[in-house]
């Protein structure tokens, strides 16, 4: 079955992501990716017997493993699957469990979110930021360029705010801070929670 982008549980996210930018990055940009990656995948003759996520954690194995613009489409796939899924309408407060997580590795949960917006700053050019999971069941904060994706280099993503121009450009413009910021209030701890007891191994 071909891989289908995920439902929101939400229709708008104002103030924070304006309806504009939501409409356009989601029926646009992120079914774009879904669309292209389908259509290589078939090219490919692929049977669909794995997850995207099992695809993209041992894309070594396959033929495809060189096709930069399969890698892309996947990538931006499951960023932008990610990306959506941990977006909420309300606030949420941090569940228990991933506070003394994120304690355990950054001192406090504030502390957490500095890092994560002093680490995004540091991006150049389009990328994202991402809280993941690594081979030793440690969380690290990284960036990636373009469209690469954790799974790509053994990482769990667990959070990933997209840094690309599209996703913030038209409300925020240069404002990225603003933007990563803002985007605070409408993540789904429970979401990134669940990654992560999903994540460990
Ligand atoms: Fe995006």
Do not use: C
Request: no cysteine; charged share 25%.
């Amino acid at each position: 079955m071909e891989y289908e982008i995920i439902n929101l549980s939400y229709n708008s996210l104002e103030p924070v992501i304006d309806d504009k930018t939501l409409d356009l990055h989601y029926n646009g940009h992120y079914k774009n990716y879904t669309d292209k990656l389908n259509k290589l995948l078939k090219e490919s003759s692929y049977d669909y017997r794995y997850s995207p996520e099992e695809l993209a954690m041992n894309i070594n194995n396959f033929p495809f493993k060189n096709n930069s613009d399969l890698l892309f489409n996947l990538g931006g796939y499951l960023n932008h699957s990610l990306y959506f899924d941990h977006l909420i309408d309300s606030k949420v407060l941090v569940p228990e469990g991933l506070a003394k997580e994120l304690n355990k590795y950054f001192g406090s949960f504030d502390n957490f979110k500095n890092e994560f917006i002093n680490m995004a700053l540091e991006l150049k050019g389009s990328g994202w930021t991402f809280l993941v999971l690594d081979k030793n069941n440690k969380l690290r904060i990284i960036n990636l360029p373009n469209q690469d994706s954790p799974y790509f280099y053994g990482f769990i993503p667990l959070m990933g705010i997209d840094m690309w121009e599209h996703a913030y450009y038209i409300k925020y413009n240069l404002d990225k801070k603003k933007y990563l910021e803002n985007i605070f209030n409408i993540i789904d701890f429970n979401k990134v929670y669940r990654n992560f007891l999903n994540a460990k191994r």
